[in-house]
């Protein structure tokens, strides 16, 4: 698992925090963890590079009892010691913690307070409850402006999560007899990898007891809006949702105009402008007649303007509203297509990882893949970290996973079971070779290559990067192509172009990463990519096997970026999968 420095440092402030709570170490202990976070924030360099190159006593202020447990922590993904002194502690505390000028102790006493999470926080300053439990004002009207500053910083919630809680309220509302449809909208039904707030629409002849129904679902912290057919309310968890009620005569007008997105409802309305139209979400309006044309689907209103029905996940105005007019929009790749996912990271042992490895055993993984009803699945863990094992480690190592493997095939051709290919998701280091020799990458079906370290590398360091991976024979996939973190870390910059080009000509395949804060490649270059030839992979990358459930985000990725079904080679069937990857 990557662990971003933004990450690193409040891990270390949340162990800082937990000291000075239960009063065990001195002041110097604490202050050594506060000034390792300050110089891990504050550095240019990624610190899980670092680790990885043996550099960590470059890192100022860390001293080296704290470089063994960040070394605990990037190859476990965890750190007893820091487990240890924070058991106990709600988590709130933590969370708390995030509000400036809010302390360890008074996030304590927040927490003593029944404070739950940082909207309800809010609740309790503004009715008081605070003040009359033993805060003062100014306190507390300080941490009021530090949660104001917080929502300022644009955090946009990932798309698995903003699905997860849209389920909920989906379900909610689909227990009413008086809805006859529900739908998300915006840029939840667009699919976009981060989404700022959930919107939904629904269609019924009640209005006005949907619109209270809505309200008084549980988990509502308060309402902020209500109308006739319209509200808007904050959960407990801080997340606003819309809600647009409309009949069912005209609710395809409703779904589309609030789907959008902007910039699609723009350019729509211009060409009905052209057309004699004006548009809104009551239906499709004849200037010159004055008459109103009700729309029941979306469907209907699309055709009114002599059109197709742009799928949800490109309303984006780049080009759908012109295909949609020559009736030839793309026929996009679905979930259903989907025949096996390469990127699985399994538990097998490993003395020393180059990253985190996954938890669940290769058994599991292949079990699971046949629950899912795939014809074929990839196990492609890290190998061993190319300073902390001898090259002859390294070989030995993937000699005897490969002979597992081997042993653990499903043993018929006749049986229908599931494919295993034994792959390994390799680095790409700084000068753009492998962290695994070729006698080594030679033992596999296929190899993955990624960038694990020095993302913030130049245009010129990047692209060389992946050029040089490109021309390696031994290569197959390129991982997570341009290694962004979502809320987290920037897309590294890079000739894109250029690389697409080459993975076209070589045969290379890139990866559209499914990981919740990956999404990558992103939408916009799996278009570009598109442009010059290049096929994709859709592969989950996933650490346990709950996250090969991430497969359909992956696919909205490379929907959003117009791809078919034929871009995509893990839609293949196997036969075809064999020829290319010469299984
Ligand atoms: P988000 O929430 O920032 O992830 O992005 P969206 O696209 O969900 O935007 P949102 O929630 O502001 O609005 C939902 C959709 O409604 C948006 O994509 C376009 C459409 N729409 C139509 N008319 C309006 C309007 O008057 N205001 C806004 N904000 N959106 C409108
Ligand atoms: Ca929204
Ligand atoms: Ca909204």
Redesign the pocket.
């Known amino acids: 698992m990557e662990i971003s420095n933004q990450r690193l440092a409040k891990i270390l402030r949340n162990v800082s925090a937990a000291y000075t709570l239960k009063k065990i170490g001195n002041i110097f202990q604490i202050r050594a963890y506060e000034n390792a976070a300050d110089a891990i924030e504050h550095s240019t360099a990624e610190i899980q590079d670092l680790w990885q190159e043996g550099k960590l006593s470059e890192i100022p202020t860390l001293g080296e009892k704290l470089q063994d447990y960040l070394d605990e922590l990037f190859t476990k993904g965890k750190v007893k010691h820091f487990e240890q002194v924070e058991k106990g502690i709600p988590a709130v505390v933590f969370d708390l913690l995030d509000i400036g000028g809010v302390g360890p102790k008074n996030a304590a006493k927040l927490a003593e307070l029944g404070v739950k999470d940082l909207e309800d926080l809010k609740k309790k300053i503004k009715s008081g409850e605070l003040v009359s439990k033993g805060f003062s004002a100014k306190i507390a009207q300080n941490i009021m402006s530090g949660l104001l500053d917080l929502d300022q910083q644009e955090h ?1 919630m990932l798309l698995p999560y903003a699905f997860a809680q849209a389920d909920k309220i989906l379900n909610y509302l689909k227990k009413n007899p008086d809805i006859l449809e529900v739908h998300p ?4 039904r ?1 699919m ?1 990898a ?6 939904f629409s629904v269609s019924s002849e009640k209005e006005k007891e949907v619109v209270e129904y809505f309200c008084k679902m549980p988990g509502v912290s308060r309402v902020v809006d209500k109308g006739e057919n319209k509200a808007t309310i904050v959960l407990t968890s801080g997340i606003q949702v ?1 809600l647009l009620v409309g009949k069912p005569e005209s609710y395809g007008a409703l779904l589309q ?6 910039a699609h ?1 723009i350019k729509l309305r211009t060409l009905a402008q052209q057309k004699g139209f004006s548009l809104s ?1 009551y239906g499709v309006k004849n200037v010159t007649s004055n008459k109103l044309q009700e729309t029941r689907t979306e469907e209907e209103f699309y055709k009114l303007l002599g059109m197709q029905t742009p799928p949800p996940e490109i309303r984006e105005n780049s080009g759908e509203i012109e295909a949609a007019l020559k009736h030839k929009l793309p026929d996009l790749v679905t979930f259903e297509d989907i025949k096996g996912d390469l990127h699985v990271h399994s538990n097998f042992k490993i003395e020393n990882p180059s990253h985190g490895a996954g938890v669940d055993s290769i058994e599991n993984i292949i079990k699971r893949a046949e629950e899912l009803g795939y014809d074929y699945v990839g196990i492609a863990d890290h190998p061993p970290g190319f300073t902390a094992v001898s090259r002859e480690q390294i070989i030995k190592w993937i000699k005897k996973r490969t002979k597992f493997i081997q042993q653990i095939r499903q043993p018929s051709e006749s049986t229908k079971s599931v494919r295993v290919i034994n792959s390994l998701e390799v680095d790409i280091l700084k000068d753009g070779s492998l962290s695994v020799p070729d006698e080594a990458l030679a033992m596999l079906d296929l190899c993955i290559a990624g960038i694990h370290s020095g993302h913030r590398g130049s245009r010129g360091e990047i692209t060389k990067r992946l050029m040089r991976a490109l021309e390696n024979p031994y290569v197959d996939i390129i991982s997570h192509p341009t290694n962004r973190l979502l809320n987290e870390r920037e897309s590294s910059d890079a000739d894109w172009e250029e690389i697409f080009k080459v993975a076209s000509e070589k045969n290379k395949i890139l990866e559209i990463n499914a990981y919740p804060n990956r999404l990558d490649l992103r939408d916009d270059l799996v278009r570009a990519a598109l442009s010059f030839g290049v096929k994709f992979i859709i592969n989950t990358d996933a650490h346990e096997i709950s996250q090969m459930d991430n497969m359909r985000f992956g696919v909205a990725v490379a929907r959003r970026g117009w791809a078919t079904k034929k871009d995509v080679v893990n839609t293949w069937d196997w036969t075809d999968l064999a020829r290319w990857f010469k299984l």
């Open positions: 946009r909208l915006g840029s939840l667009r976009a981060t989404v700022g707030d959930l919107d819309d105009h609030f789907t959008g997105s902007k409802n979400e």
